[in-house]
């Protein structure tokens, strides 16, 4: 008995009666309760008795039943099997979620991440038993180093966030080292929300840089902010617009002049990633997120890999422990090398126990291998021109703030200006994109257009699907112009209609639900 429903007959919303339903289920896609909802007092699997013990707890020793679900084998995986066909994933559809780089995962970096060789091994094993495992994590780092033109690279952050945690934390102890009471780090408005979150937390003061009307920094306002106070600059490039930050050299060598450092959020590198050496650009430290530029399935919650490559002014202060080849193989350096080298020598410390996310160094490095070089360029490309395909197809009907300003990057920006008068906002036009039987795109990031869309196609996707993605969000706008009033519940053909998003944060409902 695994339906919450019975004889109640449930009509689905603006359907009309024939959609009518006696079990909640919609066709194939099924209606599933709380796992704690069903089954009853039982077991899937016969234990023993329990066996007669002294009784050592007291008053502490649980009387009533724990509640645990009771479900059988079949039951249990029919459950589980239902919950994962209500998710959405890459494996199913376009994914357009802007910023967060949702690209398809080769098949082949799973079946290279799933070698016993890498899968099997454990950071504490004697290193000479793990030597192809550190040869990788090198040669990983030696691709890293030449895409970017940066002499080191910390490869331990194990996402994006935990990166700028590693490049604020060694410009911090550059900045120490050198008595330097400077604590004042500039932050973009286009800049990502974890930007000004992090030098925070790396005991910076923030303060904001507008952004002009193309978008970009406001080189002047920059300029002008300058000072000795000022410690580090926060640059998202490509920016959280989707657009490249022309200025990107003139700003660092003018943070340069004045004796901060540049900070460059590269968790969107695959906009660039073998067109622009972020090293070219006067970048100091700089974060890529493994799982985003050289695709690993992510989002959940992970896993993810964030590197940080790091200027010959930061070198010293980077994170232990690291990769060095030696002259019969490669060690891994745990403690800070005084004498013996001029790299490391004033490491500012470990962001983690051990050496970092070896699954997601398989996956990356198994893609960078299988793309080549040139491939590693075309990904670039054909993410920037699917990007600017929807760009261009939309920005009759959709209001494209930036398009005037020249083709975007990786992603594109639309603004809710067009739903203007209709009392519809982008939550609704992005329920009614679950109707059509998408993923919404990212919504209200940023936060420098009114109701923001953030379109991110990637380079996986052909044209057909984009166009389908696109025919889809053309019809919406136009329909949603034509008659409000019907999307202002959308959705109305998905498992659940519009749910309660503040009370689900504010009132979660973690086991037991009223029968009520
Ligand atoms: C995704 C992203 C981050 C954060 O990366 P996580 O791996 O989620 O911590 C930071 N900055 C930008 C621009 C991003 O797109």
Not at 112 to 127: E, V, Y
Not at 133 to 152: C, K, S, V, Y
Not at 401 to 419: I, K, R, V
Request: proline fraction near 7%.
């Amino acid at each position: 008995m695994t339906m919450n429903n019975v004889g109640r007959v449930t009509r689905i919303e603006g359907t009309g009666a024939v959609a009518e339903t006696w079990t909640g289920n919609r066709g194939l896609m099924l209606e599933e309760p709380l796992l704690f909802e069903i089954g009853g007092d039982r077991s899937g699997v016969d234990l023993p008795d329990v066996p007669v013990v002294p009784d050592r707890l007291g008053d502490l020793a649980r009387t009533a039943p724990i509640g645990l679900p009771g479900l059988s084998e079949p039951e249990t995986v029919r459950h589980y099997t239902r919950l994962s066909r209500q998710n959405y994933g890459i494996d199913l559809g376009i994914f357009p979620l802007g910023s967060c780089t949702m690209k398809h995962n080769p098949r082949l970096n799973e079946k290279m991440a799933r070698l016993p060789g890498f899968s099997d091994i454990h950071p504490l094993q004697p290193q000479a038993t793990v030597q192809g495992a550190l040869e990788l994590i090198d040669r990983l780092a030696h691709w890293l180093l030449t895409l970017t033109g940066m002499p080191a690279v910390a490869m331990s952050p194990k996402a994006g966030a935990h990166g700028e945690l590693c490049g604020m934390l060694a410009i911090r102890a550059a900045l120490d080292a050198r008595g330097d009471a400077r604590r004042v780090v500039l932050v973009p408005e286009s800049a990502h929300g974890t930007n000004p979150a992090t030098a925070v937390f790396c005991g910076f003061t923030v303060e904001n840089i507008p952004a002009d009307a193309r978008g970009r920094v406001d080189l002047a306002a920059m300029q002008a902010r300058l000072g000795p106070d000022v410690a580090a600059v926060m640059i998202t490039n490509p920016n959280t617009c989707g657009l490249f930050e022309p200025d990107l050299k003139t700003i660092a060598d003018a943070v340069h002049a004045a004796g901060g450092f540049v900070y460059c959020d590269g968790a969107n590198f695959n906009a660039i990633v073998g067109r622009v050496r972020p090293g070219d650009l006067g970048v100091d430290a700089m974060h890529i997120n493994l799982h985003k530029t050289f695709s690993t399935p992510h989002g959940g919650g992970g896993p993810g890999s964030g590197p940080v490559v790091f200027s010959e002014a930061l070198a010293p202060f980077a994170p232990l422990p690291f990769v060095r080849r030696t002259r019969d193989g490669f060690e891994l350096v745990e403690e800070m090398q005084a004498q013996a080298s001029t790299d490391h020598d004033r490491s500012f410390g470990r962001m983690v126990a051990f050496h970092g996310q070896m699954g997601m160094f398989v996956r990356a490095l198994s893609y960078m291998m299988s793309h080549g070089a040139d491939g590693l360029r075309q990904v670039a490309e054909d993410a920037v021109l699917n990007a600017n395909y929807i760009l261009a197809s939309l920005k009759d009907l959709y209001s494209a703030p930036f398009a005037d300003t020249g083709p975007c990057m990786h992603e594109a920006l639309f603004s809710d200006d067009f739903l203007e008068g209709t009392g519809l906002t982008t939550l609704d036009l992005a329920k009614a994109m679950i109707d059509e039987g998408f993923h919404p795109m990212t919504m209200y990031f940023p936060l420098v257009v009114h109701g923001a869309m953030l379109v991110e196609p990637t380079e996986t996707e052909s044209k057909a699907s984009l166009d389908q993605l696109i025919g889809a969000l053309r019809s919406l706008a136009e329909r949603m112009k034509a008659d409000p009033e019907a999307f202002r519940t959308s959705p109305h053909l998905a498992p659940r209609r519009r749910l309660d998003e503040t009370a689900a944060a504010r009132k979660p409902v973690l086991g037991f639900r009223d029968a009520a």
